[in-house]
């Protein structure tokens, strides 16, 4: 399956919005989001997705900052198979003279994850788990082409976020992909 993601490049003209899709890959981790970032922590496991994201983003008064929105559809497989459905309002930056200079922007996205099954990873990790929880990415995009393109490497999400959700569960992947903006 394919996932779908918010264009980073600024649209032909300023104050236009614009459209992008993606394609991601992504694989979990047994960690919890303290010890993600950890070389040394990090646990990768046999459970992985694949998706499609569908964004649109619109630059705001400093044409380097867009606010957008993507729609992901994920399928996981390996440990556990079940399809997922992610919609999150993202916010990027694309600095003016980036260094290095190959990339071309940070995001970081917050909304809603329901998967159409309650995860085996969570529940293994944490006991239990439910079907909807909060959703944030955090993301990297490096610029290839001619500039309609870009690779982009995200942390996948998923949580009680600290409470708001009644079961204590989540869980994090990391994620690599390919965006092509309209």
Known sequence: MIVASVASAEGD????????????????????????????????????????????????????????????????????TFQELVLPVTIRYSPARPWPAVIDSFAFGLGISHASETPLLEVVKRGESQRTLVYFSLETAFSVGDGNDDIFVRLHHRSDAYGLFATDSGSNAFAIGWRHGF
């Open 13 to 80: 003209r300023a104050g236009e919005g614009r459209l992008s899709l993606s394609l991601q890959g992504g694989q979990m981790t047994t960690n919890g989001i303290d010890d993600v970032f950890n070389p040394t922590k990090t646990d990768f496991t046999n459970a992985y997705f694949g998706g499609l994201i569908l964004g649109y983003e619109v630059p705001l008064d400093d044409p380097r900052w867009a606010l957008g929105a993507e729609v992901q559809l994920n399928h996981h497989f390996g440990q556990d």
